[in-house]
């Protein structure tokens, strides 16, 4: 069987970025952080799960800066969800449109509310639209926003 896992490369504190990410992203997990030998300066590997995911972070030598080509998505139920993800995730980070933010490490998350997809790919396409529309808007998604664009109101 073959199995695909992402590498993040972090330039500083993987250990500490990983114990934050599985700490605040349910379903989580981390294994033993493994210190490479011979790296100067030292570098360590660790494999880790979010929301059942599967990751390795590593950190070695000087990697080129995370950026927004590579982004994790974390879905969200509700409201308070997005609000404690947003804040968790955005604290020492930046914020941006749409759901996006990089946090303190550079890695950039979209946090999203899991009805938005099945939304914008439905048949309406009215209301795709509208729900877009509102979506540009924001910076951190409002659920209740978005259930009255995409209702008409």
């Known amino acids: 069987m073959t199995s695909v896992v992402q590498t993040l490369w972090f330039a500083r504190d993987m250990p500490a970025a990983v114990q934050f990410y599985i700490a605040t992203i349910p379903g989580s997990t981390m294994g033993p952080v493994v210190e490479l030998p011979g790296n100067d300066p030292p570098g360590a590997v660790v494999e880790f799960t979010l929301g059942g995911q599967s990751y390795r972070g590593m950190q070695a030598g000087q990697p080129e800066p995370f950026n927004q080509a590579f982004s994790i998505t974390v879905e969200c139920d509700d409201q308070a969800e997005i609000d404690r993800l947003w804040n968790a995730l955005g604290d ?62």
């Open 92 to 153: 020492g980070g930046t914020t941006q449109h749409c759901g996006w933010l990089r946090d303190r490490w550079g890695l950039s998350w979209q946090v999203v509310p899991a009805m938005l997809g099945p939304v914008l790919r439905g048949p309406d396409r009215a209301r795709a639209a509208r729900v877009f529309q509102a979506m540009l808007g924001m910076a951190k998604f409002d659920i209740a926003a978005l259930h009255r664009a995409a209702d008409g109101h």
